[in-house]
């Protein structure tokens, strides 16, 4: 017990440094361009436009439209069509892939305005 008390005793009589204001200053406000840096990347990382509240309607309905793609696959066609949405259409584009049997599939959604929302470009083997 007296060897725990030595060392709690040397422990306390150490003096600790601390840091002037302006250290703490200049420690917060490297932080702070730091912190807004990194916040304005992520934000700049976001390439669709959030603020249209169609955006989660329209991959939906892209995604129901791959689906369906890709699980009748034999009976889809080559060429183009246009599925009509009450938010736009999307525009539908399969085509033969360097005559290798494999489609090359296109889909492209529009908006009401002519304003292309996103776009899918992907391969199908038959």
């Known amino acids: 017990m007296k060897l ?3 060392i709690i005793g040397a422990f306390c009589r150490m003096k600790l ?3 002037t204001l302006i250290e703490t200053i200049t420690a917060s406000v490297i932080f702070m361009i730091v912190f ?3 916040l304005d990347a992520l934000t700049g990382i976001m ?3 959030t603020r249209d509240s169609d955006y989660i309607i329209i991959e939906n309905d892209i995604n129901k439209l791959r689906r369906e793609i890709v699980l009748n696959i034999e009976d889809i066609s080559l060429g183009s069509s246009r599925y009509e949405y009450k ?3 999307i525009r539908l584009d399969i085509s033969d892939y360097n005559d290798t049997g494999i489609s090359l ?3 492209e959604a529009i908006s009401l305005t002519g304003k ?3 776009y899918y ?3 199908l083997a038959k």
């Open 105 to 107: 599939v296109d889909i």
């Open 36 to 38: 807004v840096m990194a």
């Open 116 to 118: 292309r929302m996103s």
């Open 87 to 89: 938010w736009g259409e």
């Open 4 to 6: 725990f008390n030595q």
């Open 47 to 49: 390439t669709h436009d």
């Open 121 to 123: 470009r992907f391969l």
């Open 17 to 19: 440094s601390g840091s």
